[in-house]
């Protein structure tokens, strides 16, 4: 709560500071007089200094809060900078990418992640973690969605802590080659020696894309259609390291090591070296955010093992949360990942028992499938709301995907982490490399077929912030009464119920009275929507590539019908009228309210504001540049507003009294 209040208020950093002093004080001197822990002032003064910890913490990450970050300086102009490499993004078509950490600006000591690009080019060395850069540039601005209800990727980029951008060529930038060595470098040196070794044994692109995900964290080498098959099959989860995968690498810690508790302080030393292995295996893996809170929780799992109190795992969670939030990155509590690993981990943890008392299976085989079963129904029940609310899909046939593949999963790393182990001594021998590309490859057949049973994977959901809430309240809810039920727990649940009808309702009613008409931006195209009620009629020069935006604007608004057609050279909205000159170049000479230029009309643009008189102008993203340039300044001398999609994105038109 306290990370909340900090994130959506603007408390400075003094305040906080003063704030959370004095809860510390009120909570030391209650302490001290031996106030009892159940007491309401006890418990209150606890509460106020957890909140004041949370708008503390949160407030200290803010960059404004932070006198050496760099959006202190003048960014308006170029500057030197000198940056480190931190990690290596995924390439995309047309560019390298990579986040560095600012070092110096000017010589000036700084600090503060930056989103570098480079074009991808053959003949182009690529940039590895720890390898530091002179460049002179300025940087620009993460672009912001340009469509209504896109992907916010300046928003996403914001959470880790990413402001700015910064393009290299060959000439603005050269490595330094007295660069330093931090451990982030080695971990990466030694995956790029691990992978490299990989690569030279006879592994398929395939198989060897998911051998990289699932033992090195890296999902660079993964193909587009056998990540979108894990994902169909609700097995994504597999791809990416996390508890799943840390929870069963110590479960083979556990079981290897368990002859050092013969010793003399036995345990300890078993603590002490699972800890570094874990912890060793995160670095390896490139310190995700995923796989830091795994193996932070995790960690806390291995010393209630040792202290033989595993079964407080509600606090283990609790403890492990509470540090990764305050020592490591407050934003993680808003990015998607940390919310659904929790979410299925506090959801394993509560539904898994209750689901084990439903029924007891004599046979050994039965029994085993029931428990992995309940604790696929259980993780998948806890993040289908978050999964919904980002991902507006549902994958019906997860239970299966888990079944077949998760019993394996510790197989599968324990083997490849062997097969790593010899093939870095370079003695790997081909059957058990053949074998371990059978059984990735088998694993990739099974997921493929699991995801090609399209009737079971449901798509294009619509599902907003409010039936997230509810949701869960329902979920709870259900759970309690499940566990006892009683006349008030029955109807807070009925409650629930109706309320999530209610909002539905209100949703419903309030999209059937909507009229929308907008101008949407895409490159080299023209796309107009026009929303009448849940019916929409998309307006485009080429309706086959505008799929994506198409998909995200009808799932937000909730559409349930679409029609397509050609874009026409004239229309009336709300009484207003909107006049469309694409490369023909032929319009009426009558007064119209819009001009929506498209195509590259070859135009005098201050005759035809002299033949139609409008009162806006619009240019969507099918123009030239140059066009675009020049029709600003016109308008800018004849003191029209100007709106160009591909600065301003979509333009909404409005109706005429």
Request: proline content about 3%; some cysteine.
């Amino acid at each position: 709560m306290g990370i909340l209040v900090g994130h959506y208020l603007d408390l400075g950093i003094q305040l906080p500071i003063i704030l959370t002093a004095i809860s510390f004080c009120s909570l030391s001197y209650l302490f001290i007089k031996k106030t009892p822990r159940n007491s309401i002032s006890f418990g209150l003064t606890a509460l106020l200094a957890t909140l004041c910890i949370g708008i503390l913490s949160i407030s200290l990450w803010k960059p404004k809060n932070q006198n050496n970050h760099y959006t202190h300086l003048n960014l308006d102009k170029s500057l030197t900078w000198k940056f480190k490499i931190r990690e290596v993004l995924k390439s995309s078509t047309f560019s390298d990418r990579y986040i560095a950490n600012a070092l110096s600006t000017d010589e000036i000591n700084t600090k503060g992640k930056i989103l570098l690009s480079f074009t991808t080019d053959s003949t182009t060395k690529k940039l590895r973690v720890d390898d530091e850069l002179l460049v002179f540039g300025k940087l620009s601005e993460i672009s912001t969605p340009l469509n209504p209800h896109q992907f916010d990727y300046k928003n996403y980029l914001e959470g880790l802590g990413i402001y700015h951008q910064l393009r290299l060529y060959e000439t603005n930038h050269f490595l330094d080659k007295n660069k330093s060595t931090t451990i982030y470098g080695i971990a990466a040196s030694i995956r790029t020696q691990i992978i490299e070794k990989l690569k030279q044994v006879d592994f398929d692109s395939e198989q060897l894309g998911i051998i990289q995900a699932i033992l090195l964290g890296q999902r660079n080498d993964i193909s587009e259609a056998t990540y979108n098959n894990y994902k169909n099959a609700g097995a994504v989860h597999i791809l990416a390291l996390s508890g799943l995968h840390i929870g069963i690498l110590l479960l083979l810690l556990q079981f290897l090591l368990s002859p050092l508790e013969r010793l003399a302080k036995g345990k300890t030393i078993k603590l002490v070296i699972i800890v570094i292995l874990l912890w060793s295996f995160a670095l390896l893996a490139g310190l995700s955010a995923s796989i830091i809170r795994a193996v932070t929780m995790f960690s806390f799992v291995a010393y209630a093992i040792y202290l033989n109190r595993p079964s407080n795992t509600f606090n283990i969670l609790a403890l492990s949360m509470f540090f990764i939030l305050l020592v490591i990155n407050p934003m993680l509590l808003f990015q998607a990942g940390f919310q659904m690993s929790y979410a299925a981990v506090f959801s394993i943890v509560w539904l898994y028992p209750l689901l084990q008392k439903l029924w007891f299976p004599k046979n050994w085989i039965i029994n085993k499938v029931w428990q992995l079963l309940s604790v696929s129904i259980a993780a998948q029940l806890g993040v289908l709301p978050i999964s919904l609310f980002y991902f507006h899909q549902f994958p019906g046939l997860f239970f299966i995907s888990n079944l077949l593949v998760v019993p394996f999963l510790g197989l599968i790393l324990g083997m490849g982490i062997l097969v790593i182990a010899i093939a870095l001594c370079n003695s790997l021998p081909s059957f058990l490399a053949n074998l371990y590309n059978s059984l990735i490859g088998l694993m990739n057949e099974v997921i493929a077929w699991v995801a090609q049973q399209e009737a079971f994977v449901f798509r294009n959901i619509s599902f907003d912030i409010i039936q997230l809430v509810l949701s869960y309240f329902i979920i709870i809810a259900f759970i309690t009464v499940f566990t006892k039920a009683t006349f008030k727990r029955v109807t807070v649940f009925l409650v629930g119920i109706i309320g999530f009808q209610i909002w539905l309702f209100f949703v419903g009613y309030s999209a059937n009275r909507k009229e929308i008409l907008l101008a949407a931006h895409q490159t080299k195209n023209s796309i107009l929507i026009y929303q009448t009620g849940n019916s929409s009629t998309i307006i485009a020069k080429d309706s086959i590539t505008t799929k994506r935006i198409i998909t995200d604007y009808t799932i937000a608004e909730r559409v349930k019908n679409i029609d397509y057609s050609k874009i026409k050279n004239s229309y009336t909205f709300k009484k207003a009228t909107l006049l469309v000159v694409d490369s023909l170049g032929i319009y009426s000479k009558q007064n119209t309210d819009y001009l929506l230029l498209t195509q590259s009309p070859k135009i005098n643009l201050e005759r035809l504001i002299d033949s139609i008189n409008p009162k806006q102008i619009i240019a969507d993203g099918s123009n030239y540049h140059s066009y675009i340039d020049r029709w600003r300044k016109t308008c800018l001398k004849r003191k029209l507003p100007f709106h160009y999609t591909g600065e301003k994105g979509a333009y909404y038109f409005e109706g005429s009294d």
